[in-house]
């Protein structure tokens, strides 16, 4: 288990700005950064991270919390992976308490953290057997270094390669301990009836491990070097728990800084195309790992950017199966340059060719609108034949339909107009066609798939009656709680009855108008809060915010975020030259008001109560009855005392004015 110490190092060290940076593109927007949401698709920026709070809040989700909570959120992390992965990047040393784990606990481990693990045992055997090997240095180094691969870029991308022997990986893990079951489920060994020794998945071939966003290897890209065998050149692995190949893009770890920081991101094919264009120093690259494009890896690029360049090695087939890509990333709202090298040329032979500084002029002054590309390819095919053309400008229209910006639609076509001398009346109605038939062929797709589930009656939830009264006692609940996380210990300076002047935190005041009340929380997350508070006091720590954004708990991590973090925060009113009051400008009168707002719908949460019990006295009871009446009376009365000293209405909720 690791350490307090070491988390707490941790916590002061890491960046949220930096962290949460690697996966969202930031723009600075007053004192905070703003972003699109990696969890929800959307159009305005409703992302906001705080450098001077150290936290982030999703607006359009409601999620919220640290960097560790926010890497827990995206990766799937645990809180210890969430951690480790955080003090790696920070080059901090890990300390765990030296305590021997039950069996229960050892047995606790879920096939997902074991699949993470073998595939990272993998990844150090290939690469071992690579550099320490005379197998892999003969073999599988000898072909990296006929590549013209440095040493550095093959450390740097964990190349490897698997020996000959047809089950020597297998045979390595089961030594270690792992099970038959956990290799097989990996994909990195098969078990054949007639072959109960294990056969691995990728024997003799060099190996391209595949990364997640943050850097655990998920999965394997294999070549063969053998031209004489009847098998596929290139071998992947299958899908697993982890990995979900249309979820991947190969060198998206190695260069999102890159990408972010250029804010443009250049679509190759293969691991090579990728691997040499680093090693030209160009870095912000990335390959769909001999998958189709899909929709979920042009998200993963629209987190570090909105701009694409697609480069081609000018194959015709390759080509026309851009055509798709470039309507994919159109939807997403990408925008999009496309670039062919010249024939017998690929982005992995031009960027060995030529150094770096010719390579990125040449993709900067050669790369085209989508527009000119497709116009480039279809009216070459088309020659002369006026309806081939005709059906090459409909194509190009097509691919203008799936532009979600109006604006940017309309540009589009103005430009398609001049290219051609066609009149912008005549592609706009040829526009409207391809939006029609676009949308039949969804409603169509949608259908089908209606049609295939299978027919199941939904039993509507019941939902939670909240009436009004416990609304109320609840959001003002949230509010005493929020000026604690917020403001806790904060000093107020306060006379009693006798007007002596005395000091007092808002801690310490709010937490004494709940006991005095012996008001129960009916929140859960509030209750752990306030036992946490509670606990501090006895401890003689005042435990406000920050204390408790480094607890292993989710709820109140986006609790604190919540509290930390307003809506308002979305907008920079200083740029319009808005300067509205601060948060906490007056939180002294702040926390007594709020304090008997609480008062006050506590009392009319308790007139409540006693109206509902009170009629079943009438006739058992007389006694209890008239007592009843009088206390809603005396509560009725403090409730009319309450307002009229704040001077605020609880039918307007009218603005208490400071």
């Known amino acids: 288990m690791i350490t307090k110490q070491t988390i707490d190092k941790i916590f002061s060290t890491i960046r949220v700005e930096e962290i949460v940076?690697?996966?969202?593109?930031?723009?600075r927007a007053g004192s905070n950064f703003k972003g699109l949401s990696p969890f929800h698709d959307e159009k305005t920026p409703s992302f906001v991270v705080s450098p001077s709070k150290q936290i982030w809040k999703d607006f359009s989700t409601g999620k919220?919390?640290?960097?560790?909570?926010?890497l827990m959120e995206i990766e799937n992390f645990t809180y210890p992976e969430a951690l480790r992965h955080a003090a790696k990047k920070y080059g901090i040393e890990i300390e765990e308490d030296q305590r021997e784990f039950s069996e229960e606990a050892k047995s606790a481990q879920t096939e997902r953290d074991l699949l993470y693990k073998i595939h990272e045992v993998a990844n150090n055997y290939f690469q071992e057997t690579l550099w320490d090997s005379e197998e892999g240095k003969s073999i599988g180094l000898a072909y990296f270094k006929e590549r013209e691969l440095k040493d550095d870029i093959i450390k740097k991308f964990q190349l490897g390669y698997s020996p000959e022997k047809k089950n020597a990986f297998t045979e390595y893990a089961l030594e270690k301990g792992y099970a038959k079951d956990i290799l097989e489920k990996s994909g990195l060994s098969i078990f054949p009836e007639n072959t109960p020794a294990g056969v691995d998945r990728f024997r003799e071939r060099v190996i391209f491990p595949i990364h997640s966003f943050s850097g655990r290897v998920l999965g394997f890209g294999a070549r063969i070097l053998k031209n004489n065998v009847?098998?596929?050149?290139?071998?992947?692995?299958?899908?697993?728990?982890?990995?979900?190949?249309?979820?991947?893009?190969?060198?998206?770890?190695?260069?999102?800084q890159a990408i972010s920081r250029k804010n443009v991101c250049f679509l190759v094919e293969g691991y090579m195309d990728v691997i040499s264009l680093h090693m030209s120093g160009i870095e912000n690259v990335v390959a769909s790992s001999g998958t189709s494009l899909t929709t979920e890896q042009i998200k993963l690029i629209k987190r570090l950017t909105e701009n694409v360049t697609i480069l081609f090695d000018g194959d015709n087939a390759g080509i026309k199966a851009s055509f798709r890509s470039i309507d994919m990333l159109l939807t997403e709202g990408m925008n999009i340059r496309v670039l062919l090298f010249p024939e017998g040329d690929d982005p992995d032979s031009f960027a060995r060719k030529h150094p770096q500084e010719y390579v990125e002029k040449f993709i900067e002054n050669e790369a085209m609108d989508f527009i000119d590309f497709k116009a480039e390819i279809l009216l070459k095919e088309a020659g002369n034949d006026p309806i081939k053309k005709a059906e090459a400008i409909r194509n190009i229209v097509k691919s203008v339909a799936f532009v979600q910006n109006a604006l940017k639609r309309e540009v589009y076509l103005k430009e398609v107009s001049n290219k051609f001398g066609l009149s912008e009346q005549s592609l706009f109605n040829e526009l409207d066609v391809q939006k029609q038939i676009t949308q039949n062929q969804n409603q169509t797709v949608q259908q089908q798939k209606e049609?295939?589930?299978?027919?199941?009656?939904?039993?509507p939830k019941?939902?939670?009656?909240?009436?009004?009264v416990q609304f109320n006692i609840l959001h003002q609940e949230n509010r005493l709680i929020d000026l604690m996380l917020m403001f806790g210990d904060m000093v107020l300076q306060r006379k009693n009855e006798n007007q002596e002047k005395y000091e007092v935190t808002v801690i310490e005041e709010i937490l004494h108008h709940f006991e005095e009340e012996h008001y129960e929380f009916q929140i859960e997350t509030n209750k752990k809060i306030i036992e946490n508070i509670r606990e501090g006091i006895e401890h003689d720590e005042l435990r406000a915010g920050n204390f408790f954004l480094t607890l292993m708990d989710e709820d109140i991590t986006s609790k604190v975020a919540d509290a930390l973090l307003i809506p308002d925060e979305l907008s920079d009113w200083t740029t319009r030259n808005i300067f509205p009051p601060a948060i906490g400008d007056h939180v002294d009168l702040e926390v007594t008001n709020d304090i008997l707002i609480h008062k006050y719908y506590y009392i009319h949460f308790m007139i409540k109560q006693l109206t509902s019990e009170f009629e079943g006295y009438r006739d058992t009871d007389p006694e209890k009855y008239f007592d009843s009446?009088?206390?809603?009376?005396?509560?009725n009365e403090l409730s009319r005392k309450i307002t009229e000293t704040l001077g605020w209405s609880p039918v307007t909720k009218s603005p208490i004015k400071f």
């Open 21 to 27: 940076g690697e996966y969202v593109q930031l723009k």
């Open 64 to 70: 919220g919390g640290t960097a560790i909570s926010f």
């Open 230 to 256: 009847k098998t596929a050149k290139y071998l992947n692995s299958p899908e697993t728990e982890i990995y979900h190949k249309s979820n991947v893009l190969y060198g998206l770890n190695q260069g999102k």
């Open 451 to 459: 049609n295939k589930a299978p027919k199941l009656e939904v039993v």
């Open 462 to 468: 019941p939902e939670l009656e909240i009436d009004s």
């Open 629 to 635: 009446i009088k206390k809603i009376m005396i509560l």
